[in-house]
């Protein structure tokens, strides 16, 4: 798969396990953002990264820790999660901050237990 | 912060008909409006979007229009087909900050 690609698609974890997500991007831009989508509210934005450079988040839990390690991959850390943090996590990337012309992932399906 | 607020949450139209879907924004700072097309079990994707110092920008069906003053912008889509229906979503930008409305499902009536 070209564009933006995220695994795993589908994740099951319990409230005390750590797991990752992982976003990769093949379009050569330099931002990259995590979103989470519940059912009945709207897309909201988690992190921003702009030429590997984290934008700061207030409003997300510690629970979630991004990481982008280099311009084409951006991982999310998740520990000790809440059952109300069930939701699809996108991943998207653009060329240049300012959310112009994002290119979504397929997004991963979380279900903490 | 950024307040987007998108209506109608659902809309259903005939084929062929016109659909339009409006929202409002409360910070005048914002300045980059787009609009995705989400359908079921897929990813969000662009299908247009404007800059808050152009008025009005069109894409064959599809057409979005911006009025800073009043602080709405709205997307219209002419002759709906059966694949338009998705549920599409607004959202405005500024800085480093990205809020989205709610959401409006299209469902196009052959």
């Known amino acids: 798969e070209t564009g933006v690609t995220q695994t795993p698609r589908h994740l099951v974890m319990g409230m005390t396990n750590k797991k990752s997500l992982k976003c990769e991007q093949h379009l050569g831009h330099n931002a990259m953002y995590w979103y989470k989508q519940s059912a009945k509210k709207p897309l909201e934005l988690m992190f921003v990264?702009?030429?590997?450079?984290?934008?700061e988040n207030n409003s997300v839990p510690s629970r979630f820790s991004p990481e982008c390690p280099n311009s084409s991959h951006l991982f999310l850390h998740l520990h000790t999660l809440q059952p109300e943090d069930s939701a699809l996590y996108l991943c998207a990337s653009s060329q240049g901050q300012g959310f112009l012309e994002q290119y979504f992932g397929p997004g991963t399906r979380l279900t903490v237990t | 912060g950024e307040n987007v607020e998108q209506h109608p949450s659902t809309l259903s139209v005939q084929e062929g008909d016109s659909a339009v879907i409006k929202c409002t924004y409360s910070?005048?700072?914002?300045?980059?409006f787009p609009w995705y097309k989400q359908e079921l079990g897929k990813r969000p994707q662009l299908i247009i979007d404007i800059r808050s110092n152009v008025g009005e920008k069109k894409d064959q069906r599809i057409a979005v229009t911006l009025n800073k003053t009043a602080k709405h912008f709205s997307l219209h889509i002419t002759e709906t087909q059966p694949e338009d229906s998705a549920v599409y979503f607004c959202?405005?930008?500024?800085?480093?900050?990205?809020?989205f409305g709610a959401g409006t499902r299209l469902t196009v009536k052959p």
């Open positions: 990264y702009s030429l590997e450079e984290r934008v």
């Open positions: 910070d005048s700072a914002s300045n980059y």
């Open positions: 959202a405005a930008s500024k800085n480093n900050d990205m809020r």
